[in-house]
């Protein structure tokens, strides 16, 4: 069965910091895995996709993910937060399923909080 | 290009009411879907439709109705809402179903059922 867990409900960073907002994800196949990003009263932005290419997956605003298979991971970070980066993160799974459909999968979202 | 637009933004209904709500899209997309999002638990799948003409149930399918009479538009009804209805909507389309095709949300409508 395909799921996704996001390891942190709450993040807090200083302006300025490192965030590292984590990801693990269970697939009996290849998933290929998304970063979405909803501002307040927002919809959901991608911010960057991985899909079994470059393993370093580079997206808007200053933000990577690195998929590592072996860890199961795909988690996200930026080298320097901004007060702009403020927002609910949410790590998606798409993976295929016995019937090749397709599914995505939500995991249950990181709300970063950046201090002045 | 307006991408993905939802009417209304917000809506108070009480129980028993049914409403529509609405969702287009101007990019020709064939692949469209209605999620909802609960404090928590991300966003759920209610419905979806690989074109027009053609719908599927997605997880939480129970007390909506959708059609898809055209490529743009991909209404979502509630024909007797209840409280347990009360979440946030977000419409999506992609061009296809593929493996590694991007998602593109509307801005959601936040109903409340009283």
């Known amino acids: 069965a395909q799921s996704v867990t996001q390891l942190d409900s709450h993040v807090s960073v200083s302006e300025g910091t490192p965030v590292l907002l984590r990801c693990n994800y269970s697939s009996s196949y290849s998933p290929s895995l998304f970063w979405y990003v909803q501002h307040p009263n927002k919809g959901l932005q991608l911010l960057l996709k991985y899909t079994s290419a470059a393993t370093l997956v580079k997206g808007i605003n200053g933000f990577e993910a690195e998929f590592k298979k072996s860890e199961t991971s795909f988690h996200l970070t930026k080298p320097s937060a901004h007060m702009s980066d403020a927002a609910e993160y949410f790590c998606v799974v798409r993976a295929t399923q016995m019937d090749s459909s397709y599914k995505l999968i939500f995991g249950s979202g990181t709300r970063l909080l950046v201090r002045p | ?114």
């Open chain 2, 1 to 114: 290009n307006a991408g993905v637009t939802q009417t209304p933004k917000f809506q108070v209904l009480k129980t028993g009411q049914s409403m529509t709500l609405q969702c287009a899209q101007d990019m020709n997309h064939e692949y469209m879907s209605w999620y909802r999002q609960d404090p928590g638990m991300g966003l759920r799948l209610i419905h979806y439709s690989v074109g027009a003409g053609i719908t599927d149930q997605g997880e939480v399918p129970n007390g909506y109705n959708v059609s898809r009479s055209t490529t743009e538009d991909f209404p979502l009804r509630l024909l007797s809402a209840a409280p347990s209805q009360t979440s946030v909507y977000f419409c999506a389309s992609s061009y296809s179903n593929s493996f590694t095709e991007t998602q593109y949300f509307g801005p959601g409508t936040r109903l409340l059922v009283l």
